[in-house]
C-alpha cells in the first residue's frame, strides 16, 4: 500500500518537475531526489495522498528520521531547500513549511571544526581596526 502511495505522490510531483525552468540542471536533479525521498517517507509514514497537505509537523518528523539516520547537518539543510523549494511550487498548498532557523539543527562545520571567529577574535579584530 505505501508503494502505490508513493507512486501516487511522485505524479503529482512529477507535473512539478516537468514545468519548472530554474536552478541548474544538477541542482534540479540533487532537489528532485531530495524531494523523491521526502515523499516516501511521508508515504510510508504518513499515508499522505495529496502533496498540497504536507505540513509543518511531518517536515519536522522528517528531519528527526534524517538525524536518527545521521545524516550530516549540511545533507539535512540541502534537502531542506529541495523539499522548501518543491513545496513552493505547489499551485495551493495548505501550508507554508517552516525555515532552518525555527528546526533544531546543528551549526554546519567543515572538516568537524567550527571555523566561526569566537568573541575573542572578533574583539580583537576590533581593536586592530581601530
Known sequence: MGNAMFMNLMKQAQKLFKHNRQHSHKTQERYSEAYARFLRYLAEEFRLQKIAN?????????????????????????????????????????????????????????????????????????????
Not at 534537502?79 to 517552516?98: E, K, N
Not at 567543515?110 to 579584530?125: C, I, P, S
Request: net charge neutral; hydrophobic share 35%.
Open 54 to 130: 504536507v505540513s509543518s509537523k511531518q517536515l519536522v518528523a522528517y528531519v528527526w528520521y534524517m538525524q536518527d539516520e545521521e545524516k550530516a547537518a549540511s545533507t539535512i539543510k540541502t534537502d531542506l531547500g529541495g523539499i522548501r523549494f518543491w513545496h513552493d511550487q505547489i499551485p495551493r498548498a495548505r501550508y507554508t513549511l517552516p525555515g532552518n532557523e525555527t528546526l533544531d539543527l546543528e551549526r554546519r562545520t567543515f572538516g568537524g571544526k567550527d571555523r566561526a571567529w569566537t568573541q575573542d577574535e572578533y574583539e580583537g579584530l576590533l581593536r586592530l581596526a581601530r
